[in-house]
């Protein structure tokens, strides 16, 4: 069987929405669901484009998508349709909010048979203000009608979209940000090689923290937690593997609070497993988080997660088991509960176990699984094959 298929996001960026876009790709055109990904060239990292085409993934430049909403999103939206009409896919499967909706539409216009959409996340709290987001809500609302199924990332992100009035729950569908949890593992230096490798004491508390630098993240959150934090563990380091546009706040941040020398930054890198083999912990101080690749991947090597207990965090971590939950924006509560870690190396020992045994039910193989099941039955009910 073989069915085309046309995948739509804004720009290919190292994070987890495009890799997880990559490899769903990847899975599928194995399974026989194959086609192109339509993608803003122009606002897309070269290095992850490039791997994508490395890996495998046919891309075409829709030069009109871009981040930000504006004048240009109306020339994305004829050149998407231009695209699709050339391409005539028998399913087409958008990715990321602002894609979302100008990919879906295209597709209505175009006529194409099946949609299937899948947010990774969602802006309904922690980015904008409440016009702007009531905004984009009203828009998912208009799209979800033209959708016939909807992906979430974990069953509390469909609670969330629903809570919103947006789509019904028949349409929608529960597949993890895959992590290739076997290849992460053997990728992995020791402990000690990682840390000479990154300019880190052998017997610190390192705690990382990995995603771009923008401010929903909440790593400044993390560094005003290392005062306190330091105070009590005097080896504390922090690890910041990244880049964005908060970096140089961040590290000015640091400054000020008198920790500037205990914040080690990594730039963006495709090394994962180095900086997280490095690490005693890695904290999650989002302020949203769809699901949270960066958890699975420093769990798969048995590194304990202190996070914040928002968005599809919860579904991940479970608290006290495989991690730590604290609530979101509580910088003392983050503090105390990684200085609790800092100072019980047997809790830390126990959460690592049990983190190893739990990041594999969002493996590389579950969420190739479930994905195909989503286009099989696709298949089924629209009769395209």
Request: charged fraction near 20%; include cysteine.
């Amino acid at each position: 069987m073989s069915v085309g298929t046309l995948h739509v996001i804004t720009r290919l960026t190292l994070g987890g929405s495009a890799e997880n876009t990559v490899a769903a790709m990847i899975g599928l055109a194995a399974a026989g669901y194959a086609g192109p990904l339509a993608v803003g060239l122009g606002a897309s990292d070269r290095a992850s484009v490039d791997d994508a085409r490395r890996r495998g993934v046919m891309v075409v430049d829709v030069p009109g998508l871009g981040r930000e909403v504006g004048p240009r999103d109306v020339v994305a939206l004829v050149q998407l349709l231009a695209v699709m009409r050339r391409e005539r896919p028998a399913i087409v499967h958008t990715h990321t909010s602002k894609a979302g909706f100008l990919g879906r539409l295209a597709a209505r216009l175009a006529r194409v048979p099946a949609l299937i959409h899948q947010p990774h996340g969602h802006i309904f709290y922690g980015y904008y203000g409440p016009r702007r987001t009531a905004f984009y809500v009203t828009l998912e609302r208009l799209a979800a009608g033209w959708t016939d199924r909807i992906v979430t990332l974990t069953a509390r992100g469909t609670e969330e979209h629903l809570a919103r009035g947006i789509g019904r729950r028949a349409q929608y569908r529960t597949v993890p940000s895959g992590v290739p949890t076997a290849e992460l593992r053997a990728q992995s230096p020791g402990r000690a090689a990682a840390r000479a490798a990154l300019g880190l004491p052998a017997t610190a508390f390192v705690v990382g923290a990995l995603g771009r630098f923008v401010a929903v993240k909440g790593f400044d959150l993390l560094v005003d937690a290392l005062p306190a934090l330091a105070a009590a563990v005097p080896s504390s380091r922090v690890l910041l593997v990244g880049d964005g546009p908060e970096r140089i706040a961040l590290e000015t941040q640091a400054s000020a609070r008198g920790v500037g020398a205990r914040v080690h930054v990594v730039g963006a890198t495709a090394d994962i497993a180095r900086c997280l083999a490095a690490c005693d912990v890695l904290a999650a101080p989002s302020r949203n988080e769809g699901m949270g690749r960066a958890l699975v991947e420093a769990m798969a090597l048995g590194v304990p997660v202190v996070a914040s207990d928002v968005g599809g965090i919860p579904a991940v971590v479970t608290d006290g088991e495989c991690g730590r939950l604290v609530p979101s924006g509580d910088v003392g509560a983050l503090a105390e509960t990684l200085v609790e870690l800092g100072l019980d190396a047997a809790l830390r020992d126990k959460l690592a176990a049990g983190a190893m045994g739990r990041a594999e039910a969002f493996s590389s193989v579950v969420a190739a699984a479930a994905m195909r099941a989503i286009y099989d039955e696709l298949v089924r009910e629209k009769r395209l094959a």
